[in-house]
């Protein structure tokens, strides 16, 4: 049974910073490629990073370029969203997904966790 689970979500103050975590079980870590995607309230869920099998390749949002840093360790099954300089439209939950190749879609994705919420106050 494949497992995502996510932590490290919470309330933080704008221009503040927070790091999500994904543990992964039950898939092979290191063949999948990684994302997280983040749904705020009335509104779609959106891609916000992804990351290659092998860390090769990243990809973000333009909303979240230059703010957000994705990463994995394929020795944990873990993958990380390092947030920073955080605004009050971060506010969302964050999903981590798991799918073959690059994800930037719903459509690429296998698996979801149960995501976690961030607050961003202003």
């Known amino acids: 049974q494949v497992q995502l689970v996510e932590s490290g979500g919470g309330l933080v103050q704008a221009g503040g910073s927070l790091r999500l975590s994904c543990a992964a079980s039950g898939l092979p870590f290191s063949g999948y490629g990684m994302a997280w995607f983040r749904q705020s309230p009335g509104e779609e869920r959106e891609f916000v990073a992804s990351?290659?099998?092998?860390?090769?390749?990243?990809a973000y949002a333009d909303s979240v370029k230059g703010r957000f840093t994705i990463a994995r360790d394929n020795a944990k099954n873990t993958v990380g969203l390092q947030m920073n300089s955080l605004k009050p439209e971060d506010t969302a939950v964050y999903y981590c997904?798991?799918?073959?190749?690059?994800?930037?879609?719903?459509?690429?994705?296998?698996?979801w966790g149960q995501g976690t919420q961030v607050t961003v106050s202003s």
């Open positions: 997904a798991a799918g073959v190749g690059i994800l930037r879609g719903d459509y690429d994705v296998g698996y």
């Open positions: 990351i290659s099998r092998g860390s090769s390749y990243t």
